[in-house]
Nanobody, 115 residues
Framework: QVQLVESGGGLVQPGGSLRLSCVASGSILSLNAMGWYRQAPGKERDLVAR???????NYADSVKGRFTISRDNAKNTVYLQMNSLKPEDTAVYYC?????????WGQGTQVTVSS
């Protein structure tokens, strides 16, 4: 079992920045993939960014050039640096850990972009 704990959400004005963190604990296997998903009210949960154990990344088109995902394998932590935030980025952001057919999810952290 893997447990994920997110932090770093909050209220920010348009154009501002936030950094989300997610710490994984438990039975961590190497070469896992970790990522961030988000879910706005009334919408499905969608991929924001993902990073493999070897460091390959992919991003949703809507966040390319504004968000950066990174990881510290020694700390079992994944980060999401979010810059130039827009009101449409408002959502609950969830951390995900995936290896083979196993998926674990964090409890989510709220990000609100509003003036």
């Amino acid at each position: 079992q893997v447990q994920l704990v997110e932090s770093g959400g909050g209220l920010v004005q348009p154009g501002g920045s936030l950094r989300l963190s997610c710490v994984a604990s438990g039975s961590i296997l190497s070469l896992n993939a970790m990522g961030w998903y988000r879910q706005a009210p009334g919408k499905e949960r969608d991929l924001v960014a993902r990073i493999t154990g070897l460091g390959s990344t992919n991003y949703a088109d809507s966040v390319k050039g504004r968000f950066t995902i990174s990881r510290d394998n020694a700390k079992n932590t994944v980060y999401l640096q979010m810059n130039s935030l827009k009101p449409e980025d408002t959502a609950v952001y969830y951390c995900n850990y995936q290896i083979y057919a196993y998926n674990a999810w964090g409890q989510g952290t709220q990000v609100t972009v509003s003036s």
